[in-house]
């Protein structure tokens, strides 16, 4: 064996592998070839020694801690989005959408097919307007025109002609002819008198008092003595 | 409602058996998963997060494994594979190379360091050189206390197949520094 040939053999017999009869002869008589396969072990060992080196290497001390602290974080049952947001959502609007069915359908089934008008019975609301500057009207006497509405109908609104300060005693008179218990000594002590249809249904005193005249403006002119009458003196007489 | 209620404290105690098992696991096994990680990055601060990464994943799937027995082994496959992902990912290739250099072997003083990593850099880019199948012998080769039985029970390779690997690997090293 010539050094060329043993020299292509020299790794693996460097890595332990068995030599043969003829590398045995060539190793004796060939001291350059010995040395290369020294140099050869040596060098694989080396080689091994060196990744031994490189890899004797520990982690940190914070190395399993952090590793636990990872686990706990990524494996720790986590409350998904649905669970941690979506569902109080979702069942406040599957609640809201139920109550709203339920209520849709309670309106379906009590209700006629057609629609009825109904109009609930609400205080009307009162107008208060100045008596007309250019209108002489007696000083203790104010003329209050109350228009109610037929009973078949809709409600008319009153509508009542007030001087300024003189609104709590319209008040008064108002209340009186929606609840028919006019109270007549309470507004003609106020000062007022009072005018309207049947409708108002003030009944014997207001038709005593619709007799008077009246002036362009529907005005009734109150004469001035009839100021302290009684409406109930005014329905006798009337009657 | 009494079933139920046995059940549910069954399944808690399983639970903690589990945890106390893994967490034992852990502690004997999470070096070694590191230095597998490390052998692929050599970065140690990239080693520790992918192994770190590699016991959370082995936590997550721990009920599933079977055979308790096969741990190490799993945990350094899951290492390995880890590891090799980050390091095809690219992140902090410059810290890694920089890392090489930066990595002394213990011991030996400021000139013997100088020429062990004059050696050791070559070496571990003639190690990266090398193919995937070889370069895991080699590397757990290195680590030390495991020899061919152990690297092959950690590979599931019977141990011819380490054997050949490894003096394959072996050979082709002593060729680049021939």
Redesign the interface.
């Known amino acids: 064996m010539k050094c060329e040939g043993f020299g292509r053999l020299l790794t693996d017999l460097a890595l332990g592998g068995s030599a043969s009869p003829e590398m045995e002869s060539h190793l004796s008589d060939c001291a350059r070839c010995r040395v290369a396969l020294e140099d050869q072990r040596r060098l694989i060992s080396r080689i091994d020694e060196e990744i031994a080196a490189s890899l004797d290497v520990a982690p940190s001390l914070e190395f399993l801690p952090k590793a636990s602290l990872r686990i706990a974080r990524q494996c720790a049952p986590t409350r998904s989005a649905f669970r941690g947001w979506l569902l109080p959502v979702t069942a406040v609007a599957a609640g809201t959408i139920l109550v709203g069915l339920c209520l849709w359908w309670r309106r379906s089934t009590v209700l006629p097919s057609h629609p009825i008008a109904v109009k609930a019975p609400s205080a009307p609301p009162i107008t208060f307007q100045p008596s007309p500057p250019s209108v002489p009207v007696p000083r203790a006497v104010v003329t209050t025109r109350i228009k109610r509405a037929s009973r078949v109908t809709p409600l008319v609104e009153p509508e009542v002609l007030v001087p300024p300060g003189a609104e709590e005693a319209v008040r008064c008179l108002a209340e009186g002819l929606r609840y028919h218990s006019v109270d007549p000594a309470r507004f003609l002590t106020a000062g007022f008198v009072v005018v309207g249809p049947e409708e108002a249904r003030v009944n014997a005193p207001l038709e005593a008092v619709r007799q008077f005249p009246t002036d362009l403006n529907g005005t009734r002119l109150w004469p001035e003595e009839a100021r302290p009458l009684n409406l109930e003196q005014v329905g006798r007489s009337a009657s | 409602m009494d079933e139920l209620e046995a059940v549910c404290e069954t399944d808690v105690g399983d639970e903690a058996l589990l945890e106390h098992e893994f967490?034992a696991r852990?502690?004997e096994s999470?070096?070694l998963a590191?230095?597998v990680a490390?052998?692929v990055l050599?970065h140690?601060e990239d080693?520790?997060d992918v192994?770190?990464?590699a016991?959370?994943r082995a936590?997550?799937d721990f009920k599933k494994l079977r055979d308790r027995e096969r741990f190490r082994a799993w945990l350094v496959r899951i290492s390995w594979r880890l590891a090799l992902d980050h390091r095809r990912g690219g992140k902090r290739r410059e810290l890694r190379e920089q890392g090489v250099a930066a990595?002394p072997?213990?011991g030996p003083g400021v000139e013997e360091t100088t020429a062990?990593n004059e050696?050791?850099a070559p070496?571990?880019r003639a190690?990266d050189a090398l193919p995937e199948k070889l370069r895991a012998v080699?590397?757990l080769?290195?680590?030390?206390g495991y020899d061919t039985h152990e690297v092959a029970l950690l590979l599931g390779l019977p141990d011819g197949t380490v054997k050949s690997r490894l003096?394959a690997a072996?050979?082709r090293?002593?060729?680049v520094?021939?």
């Open positions: 967490e852990m502690v999470g070096s590191f230095r490390y052998g050599r140690r080693a520790e192994a770190q990464e016991l959370a936590y997550r990595d072997v213990p062990a050696f050791r070496l571990w190690i080699v590397v080769a290195g680590i030390e003096h072996r050979r090293l002593a060729e520094f021939r």
